[in-house]
T-cell receptor, first 111, second 111 residues
């Protein structure tokens, strides 16, 4: 089991560029979510999904889109990158009402 | 929505002493309370969790207590060791798996 994987590990964007952060899990988990972690702070929920075809907004969804076409994958799209989106992004997955397992993170810098 | 507050933000202890981190939550519907440890540059890793039907749970040197009436829960680390130095996050979740994190506690164990 690879668990939760994320690509890329590092990314530098210019303001206004778009990109997709990839997340995949091989544990057949129904629940997947995206968090951002700013320096010295906790994790804030961006978007989450309770199953294929179902997504919903978290605490800080503005500027991000998600889709869930398969159980395994949950990509996060930045539509038009802004410096305020400089952060570390973590994807997580779990079974219902169970422990969430985190991916290794993507460190994003927007210039 | 749920709000989780965590104290203290930093904690320095002598090796061998105990460390206590406290969290309060606002939503009485929350029923799952995990604790994560995050080392520098790494992903959050679950160290212990507790559900609302249990008042206390122990795993070797780590214990968590939950007071549902007061809506607070605490992490206790006994006989601290240098490898316990990290940032610890509490979180609260309802049955929908949406985790709300506290702001984190940076623990430093001095040899």
């Amino acid at each position: 089991n690879a668990g939760v994987t994320q690509t890329p590990k590092f990314q530098v964007l210019k303001t206004g560029q778009s990109m997709t952060l990839q997340c995949a899990q091989d544990m057949n988990h129904e629940y997947m979510s995206w968090y951002r972690q700013d320096p010295g702070m906790g994790l804030r929920l961006i978007h989450y999904s309770v199953g294929a075809g179902i997504t919903d907004q978290g605490e800080v969804p503005n500027g991000y889109n998600v889709s869930r076409s398969t159980t395994e994958d949950f990509p996060l799209r930045l539509l038009s990158a802004a410096p305020s989106q400089t952060s570390v992004y973590f994807c997580a997955s779990s079974s219902p009402a169970d422990t969430q397992y985190f991916g290794p993170g993507t460190r994003l810098t927007v210039l | 929505g749920e709000n989780v507050e965590q104290h203290p933000s930093t904690l320095s202890v002598q090796e061998g002493d105990s460390a206590v981190i406290k969290c309060t939550y606002s939503d009485s519907a929350s029923n799952y309370f995990p604790w994560y440890k995050q080392e520098l540059g790494k992903r959050p890793q679950l160290i212990i969790d507790i559900r609302s039907n249990v008042g206390e749970k122990k795993d070797q040197r780590i214990a968590v207590t939950l007071n549902k009436t007061a809506k607070h829960f605490s992490l206790h680390i006994t006989e601290t060791q240098p490898e316990d130095s990290a940032v610890y996050f509490c979180a609260a979740s309802d049955a929908g798996n949406k985790l709300t994190f506290g702001g984190g506690t940076r623990v430093l164990v001095k040899p």
